[in-house]
């Protein structure tokens, strides 16, 4: 079945440091994929998605590219700040026209000042 | 515009009780999607609802049950609870189902069972 594989965390960093959170998945046909986002107490917010091969999705200074190739959208940040601290879900949806989201495990992230 | 709400945020319930969660989507919105999040699990899709009509279901038993109304608000119900129903369950809703749309997140609802 459909799956997403995202690297164990917790990771932690320095602020201004480069982040990069790994993610593979698995899918019959071309999902679609995204990132979310939950702060402490909240529910998930979308961060950034990709709909086809080589799509990049950016938005906050994050960035992912969708790799057929090597099944990955890994996500990437270039400075993170305090205020990125947070935990992190790949998710795919593959069910086309259906809104099921399948997810990763989630990686939480702590910055450091 | 107001976003996903869910009622009540937190919960307390004993085993073998049943219990009933609300989400009332963003004005316009007409899908809606639950999820249960819990430490060991995960995020696990639960069931999808568009126009008061089931659309998917996760991999759940039947202790666990939807419906949509005709203004779009949803309800779950979870019926015989068992511990390991203590979670937090999430809605999303989005305006239609389909590959475009985003998908919007409410807080949670947060279930304890004893």
């Known amino acids: 079945g459909d799956s997403v594989t995202q690297m164990e965390g917790p990771v932690t960093l320095s602020e201004e440091a480069f982040l990069t959170i790994n993610c593979t998945y698995t899918a019959t046909g071309y999902p679609s994929l995204f990132w979310y986002v939950q702060y402490p107490g909240e529910g998930l917010q979308l961060l950034l998605k990709?709909?086809?091969?080589?799509d990049k999705g950016s938005n906050k200074g994050f960035e992912a590219t969708y790799r057929k190739e090597t099944t990955s959208f890994h996500l990437e940040k270039g400075s993170v700040q305090v205020s990125d601290s947070a935990v992190y879900f790949c998710?795919?949806?593959?069910?086309?026209?259906?809104?099921?989201?399948?997810f990763g495990q989630g990686t939480r992230l702590t910055i450091n000042p | 515009k107001a976003g996903v709400t869910q009622t009540p945020r937190y919960l307390i319930k004993t085993r073998g009780q049943q219990v009933t969660l609300s989400c009332s989507p963003i004005?316009?919105?007409?899908?809606v999607s639950w999820y249960q999040q819990t430490p060991g699990q995960g995020l696990q899709f639960l069931f999808e609802y568009f126009s008061e009509t089931q659309r998917n279901k996760g991999n759940f038993p039947g202790r666990f049950s939807g419906r949509q109304f005709s203004n779009s608000r949803s309800e779950m119900n979870v019926s015989t609870l068992e511990l390991g129903d203590s979670a937090l369950y999430l809605c999303a809703s989005s305006t239609q189902p389909g590959d475009g749309q985003t998908q919007y997140f409410g807080p949670g609802t947060r279930l304890l069972v004893l």
């Open positions: 004005s316009g919105h007409r899908s």
């Open positions: 998710a795919l949806r593959a069910l086309r026209g259906a809104q099921k989201l399948v």
């Open positions: 990709a709909t086809k091969a080589d």
